[in-house]
């Protein structure tokens, strides 16, 4: 099982552990960060008060398996970022649609959103299967592109909005 513990300085070295190429910090985090990654970049992010982010921990182990945020977007709007296992053991066995259920439950239940987004990557197919088995659509209208390496990287959004969000969760019970 896991749950979303406040990210706090003492878990930096562990994130920093898992972000070892350029590629891989701007897929969990778009341009938001420089690689490579520093305690002094995390500390200036631990400041930005539209920040709720998380570490993921595996309570079986008590062990730090992953890092995620939700961002103050809007008016009731968020998004979902900076969303990474960390050890690529971990990834592929389902621990992503469980954060994503996590995530969601805290930004519907404790933040009272009405509408969360998220940017995947159109190459990152289990990604966009984790976040349409958990209720994310795409959002056609809004596409962002990246050039990495000589490669175009397109970023596609996906939302979820909290009735429909709901109406998962009752079917489900």
């Known amino acids: 099982m896991i749950q979303l513990r406040p990210?706090?300085?003492?878990?930096?070295?562990?994130?920093?552990?898992?972000?070892?190429?350029?590629?891989?910090?701007?897929?969990?985090?778009?341009?938001y960060f420089e690689f490579p990654l520093t305690?002094?970049?995390?500390?200036?992010?631990?400041?930005?008060?539209k920040s709720n982010s998380f570490s993921v921990v595996d309570t079986s182990t008590n062990t730090i398996i992953g890092h995620a945020e939700i961002v103050k977007a809007g008016?009731?709007?968020y998004k979902i970022?900076?969303?990474?296992?960390?050890d690529q053991a971990n990834r592929g066995k389902g621990i992503g649609k469980q954060v994503m259920g996590e995530l969601l439950r805290y930004a519907f239940e404790k933040l009272d959103a009405d509408v969360v987004e998220l940017n995947v990557f159109d190459w990152n197919v289990a990604g966009i299967r984790c976040y349409e088995v958990v209720g994310f659509v795409l959002n056609p209208d809004k596409k962002q592109t990246f050039e990495v390496n000589?490669?175009?990287?397109?970023?596609?959004?996906?939302?979820?909005?909290?009735?429909?969000?709901?109406?998962?969760?009752?079917?489900k019970n």
């Open 39 to 49: 305690t002094d970049q995390l500390q200036q992010y631990l400041t930005d008060d």
């Open 81 to 86: 970022d900076k969303l990474l296992i960390g």
């Open 7 to 31: 990210f706090e300085q003492s878990h930096f070295s562990t994130l920093i552990s898992w972000i070892n190429t350029k590629e891989l910090l701007l897929t969990i985090a778009g341009t």
């Open 150 to 171: 000589g490669k175009i990287w397109q970023a596609l959004n996906m939302t979820i909005e909290k009735n429909r969000w709901s109406k998962l969760i009752a079917e």
């Open 75 to 77: 008016n009731r709007f």
